[in-house]
């Protein structure tokens, strides 16, 4: 009994031995993987060698972009135009963050401050917002900001070896009521952050926009839309082009006559007090002219002047001057001179002064902005003057005043003779009743008002930009254009 029992286990080992198969080589049938010698798998009923995972595809055009985007970021913007010459030149500073899932991508950005101004911590504008692909420039990536609870800014971003560029303009009613727009520039954090003023490191695609003002002309629909997609459309071969071109020569309408020079500041109140009297029939022994270092404003003598410290190496001195006499009544204008290394210069009659006092007329200078700001190649800091100026005409007889107001923009540089334009850049002009109870305005019909702005934005490379909304005077209109500065 016991030797079968010995037999019949001994015989049953035998046949499991005999059913347990050994690993099957590539190639062979399988049932799973582990039939299958080390290494390989079962696929299909047939033990194969496992194929390695291709790698990913490098992504290309805006997809590519937004991979270079990903991550965090530093970045400065530079102002190039605005509804004013004032902002030109400032910069703000940012901080973005952008995350990317598959080809869709979101960023979040903050505002730090603006040149040497750092905001405190609960005055840092923050926004987040879905990137898009840019129309203006191919693969970029664009997003609209809200940094103040309501569109502020639309951002191009674009990578190029590892630094960010792009282009930049308020947004909405921010664009109306500032027309701010420049171009930017940043690196990953961590990263040394180039000058954002040095407009030779942009891209060719961003030079096409800036040189164009592209925001502004296409806003007032005075853009060279061929000229800027040929710039755009050569960026990346030999034949790349600049902008909307070289620039025409400032006609004569934008300059501003410069009389001059002489070797001192008597000399000159000398001269334009005698120009002053010949222009209105007097010799010149005539009534005696004062020569004003001090004009008027709103009715108070103030003084507008700049000396060599704050034009940095360009005049020695600049200064507003108001040139005038009576006889029976006043005679007067308003002059901007320059001093240089030659003597003395004076522009042409600024504002006519001769009115007022006289009758129902008046004439009162609102505002004189005098200022230094570096816009140009020439040496040192170019004079920038803002003139606000007012005629009131009351019509006593009519019950009627009418109020023009008007807003001159002279820039000047300096050179042997210096170099100035000049424009408006805004006017109004408004007539309505002097006392309006007891008085029908429909028998005034020529009650009402109307009023026009013109844009100046000086371009990098020494190119000034003139525009005008559709709705400006025809005048306007006519000077819009990109000049090369003389």
């Known amino acids: 009994m016991r030797r079968s029992l010995v037999l019949i286990s001994t015989l049953a080992l035998s046949s499991l031995a005999a059913c347990k198969r050994d690993p099957v080589a590539e190639g062979g049938a399988c049932k799973k993987d582990q039939d299958c010698l080390s290494g390989l798998s079962c696929v299909e009923g047939i033990c194969r060698r496992p194929v390695s995972e291709a790698p990913a595809p490098t992504p290309t055009g805006y997809c590519g972009t937004l991979a270079e985007l990903a991550g965090s970021w530093v970045f400065d913007t530079t102002v190039v135009g605005a509804e004013s010459l004032a902002p030109r030149g400032i910069n703000g500073h940012f901080q973005m963050t952008v995350t990317v899932d598959n080809c869709e991508a979101k960023v979040e950005v903050s505002k730090s401050g603006y ?17 898009s692909e840019s129309e203006d420039i ?16 639309t951002m191009h971003f674009i990578v190029r070896d590892g630094e960010l560029f792009g282009y930049y303009g308020y947004a909405d009613a921010e664009w109306r009521r500032a027309g701010i727009w ?5 690196v990953k954090v961590g990263g040394e952050l180039g000058a954002v003023e040095d407009f030779g490191a942009q891209p060719c695609e961003v030079r096409c926009l800036t040189q164009c003002d592209t925001l502004r002309r296409r806003s007032d629909e ?28 400032l006609p004569d309408e934008l300059r501003v006559e410069l009389h001059g020079p ?23 022994a005539g009534p005696p002219v004062e020569c004003l270092d001090e004009p008027e404003i709103k009715g108070r003598p103030v003084a507008r002047k700049l000396n060599a410290a704050r034009l940095n190496g360009s005049f020695r001195a600049a200064e507003m001057l108001e040139i005038g006499y009576f006889d029976g009544a006043y005679v007067g204008e308003l002059l901007l001179a320059l001093e240089t290394e030659a003597g003395w210069f004076w522009t042409e009659q600024l504002v006519d002064l001769s009115v007022s006092r006289v009758g129902g007329v008046s004439v009162a200078v609102e505002g004189i902005k005098l200022q ?19 005629t009131t005409d009351s019509d ?11 807003k001159l923009l002279v820039l000047c540089t300096v050179g042997a003779p210096p170099t100035c334009m000049g424009t408006t850049v805004s006017w109004s002009s408004n007539r309505t009743l002097i006392e309006p109870k007891g008085d029908d305005p429909k028998k005034h019909p020529e009650l009402g008002g109307e009023s026009g702005e013109t844009f100046v934005a000086v371009l990098p490379d020494d190119r000034v930009s003139i525009s005008a909304p559709p709705d400006a005077r025809e005048v306007e209109r006519a000077l819009a254009g990109i000049y090369a500065w003389p």
């Open 182 to 186: 420049g171009y930017l520039r940043g």
């Open 262 to 284: 002489v070797e001192s500041h008597e000399a000159m109140c000398k001269a334009a007090s005698e120009a002053l009297l010949a222009r209105n029939g007097h010799e010149i």
């Open 372 to 390: 230094p700001r570096d816009l140009l190649s020439p040496p040192g800091r170019e004079v920038v003057l803002e003139l606000r100026s007012k």
């Open 138 to 153: 191919p693969t970029a990536a664009v997003a609209t900001l809200e940094l103040k609870n309501k569109p502020t800014h």
């Open 222 to 249: 005075t853009l060279d839309e061929a000229a800027l997609d040929s710039c755009l459309a050569a960026c990346g071969t030999d034949e790349a082009s600049v902008g909307c071109g070289q620039g025409a020569a």
């Open 396 to 406: 006593l007889g009519h019950n009627e005043v009418a109020i023009d107001e008007t």
């Open 115 to 131: 040149d040497d101004v750092e905001f405190a911590k609960d005055k840092i504008q923050t926004s987040e917002a879905k990137l």
